[in-house]
């Protein structure tokens, strides 16, 4: 059977919406083909030039997974977590009947499993509530509407061996409050997530399918940006 990658990432951009407690990266031109032509590199008639980039930001970039270390000073970096909580086997959830700033309750979740029909054992489980389609050219609501699993939603993931979820706003958590509650049931669970994912619509109706959001090696890093996909049958 053929199949088919659905790219769930977004592009890396000088000055991106961030979350709300995060700064915006830096990500502009250092040296460009043009200024490289005065380096005198190459032949005569076939001049060598380059590019290069100039990155500055958090580790909690865009697309991104959250290290255990991010939320538990005792938790493991991104460097020392195991690589197969980055890749498996998922299941996209749709859930656009959720609003804005709404909750995404736990009867929610038995009610969108029933509808994938793919019971969750285990699973990498994709939220789909539409907010990022929603939101696309409104940047304020981008960082301050999204959606929030509550903690029995999240204890419910956990019960059926999910270590790894998504979602498609900058946190798990609801911007309108600062008691973060999902990520510190996260932190006592020792599971984590995916944040900023994007295109999840694509899922819609994929049943199980292969999931990979591999994250940089940074030493002692408290996340990481990742070019999460997802392999679904053609």
Known sequence: MSKRIVDLSLAIEDNMPAHKL?????????????????????VEGDPMTFQTNYIGMLDHVGTHVDAFLHVN??????????????MGKAVC??????????????????????????????????????????????????????PGLTVEATQWLYDRGS???????PST?????DIFAQHRLC???????????????SLIGSKEFEFYGLPIKFKGGSGSPVRAIAIVDA
């Open 187 to 201: 932190r006592d669970l020792g599971i984590s997530h995916y944040e900023w994912l994007v295109n999840l619509e």
């Open 93 to 146: 959830f749709d859930l656009r009947h959720i609003g804005d700033l709404e909750d995404i309750t736990a009867d929610h979740m038995a009610e969108a499993e029933e509808k994938a029909g793919v019971k969750v054992d285990g699973h990498i489980v994709l939220l789909c509530t539409g907010f990022h389609q929603r939101n696309i050219d409104d940047p304020k609501q981008l960082v301050w509407g999204n």
């Open 163 to 169: 270590r790894m979820h998504g979602v498609e706003g």
């Open 22 to 42: 995060f700064q915006s990266p830096i990500y502009l031109n250092a040296l460009t083909h043009e200024r490289t032509k005065s380096f005198g590199l190459g």
């Open 173 to 177: 958590d609801k911007p309108s409050n």
């Open 73 to 86: 000073p005792n938790g493991a970096p991104i460097d020392e977590m195991p690589l197969d909580m980055f």
